[in-house]
């Protein structure tokens, strides 16, 4: 007989619509991740995704990053709230909010986030349209860990996008974020488990060194995603 998994404890961090929040939330309703939310913060009081979360049944908060005199004051109030949970993981979803080497180290091993690239390639901003500048014949996201240094931490998972030769930021973006709404949960769902580890040489999963991340498979779903 299988060992039911108990559930981890998650606290959500968005700025915005919260697409890759919802998707998490669809993951666990189906029970494809072990994983419980037990707040969903934004420093945004007008992100879309807080009231998605509100009619989902989800705690939900606001740290207004405006309120604040500096990074430092904001950084430390938003750990005070999330240390109120206990997270074992904390979920970057489309946070747009550059953080403190002293939070980020505080949560080291713990503070996961979603980036649309194929790190280490395109760190930082407006990928889509530095990779069709490149002509690139492939993009993607990544799930990662972070550290300090900018979209440099440890790559757990990642899956690879297609360009195609009509794409436009927009379009590619589109089937960008499709792919990131399988990535996310299936990430989380490694992690969630107990099946990988951070350490300083690097991540471990199931015991044994991770020598690249993990290549979630593109999809035909994902492929006839466009906009207009």
């Given at each position: ?18 697409s ?56 430390a ?89 009509n794409d ?40 044994a ?20």
């Amino acid at each position: 007989m299988k060992q039911k998994i108990a559930p981890r404890c998650a606290v959500v961090l968005i700025s915005g619509r919260g697409s890759n929040l919802e998707a998490i939330v669809e993951a666990i309703d189906k029970q494809a991740l072990p994983l419980r939310i037990s707040a969903v913060i934004s420093n945004r009081p007008d992100a879309a995704g807080l009231t998605y979360a509100q009619h989902a049944g989800l705690k939900t908060h606001v740290v207004d990053h405006t309120h604040y005199a500096d990074r430092a004051a904001f950084d430390a109030a938003l750990a005070r709230l999330i240390d109120f949970y206990s997270p074992d993981v904390v979920v970057l979803a489309g946070f747009m909010r550059m953080l403190t080497p002293e939070f980020v180290n505080h949560y080291l091993g713990r503070l996961v986030n979603i980036h649309p690239s194929l790190l280490p390639a395109y760190k930082g901003l407006k990928t889509h349209e530095r990779a069709l500048h490149d002509k690139a014949k492939v993009h993607g996201a990544s799930v990662h860990f972070v550290t300090p240094d900018l979209d440099g931490g440890p790559v757990l998972m990642q899956v690879r996008v297609p360009v195609q030769p009509n794409d436009t930021p927009q379009s590619l973006a589109a089937r960008v974020l499709a792919a990131e709404h399988r990535l996310y949960p299936a990430a989380l769902a490694l992690i969630a488990a107990g099946r990988v580890e951070f350490a300083a040489d690097g991540l471990r999963v199931d015991n044994a060194p991770l020598a690249a991340p993990v290549d979630l498979p593109y999809t035909v779903e994902d492929a006839s995603i466009h906009t207009e």
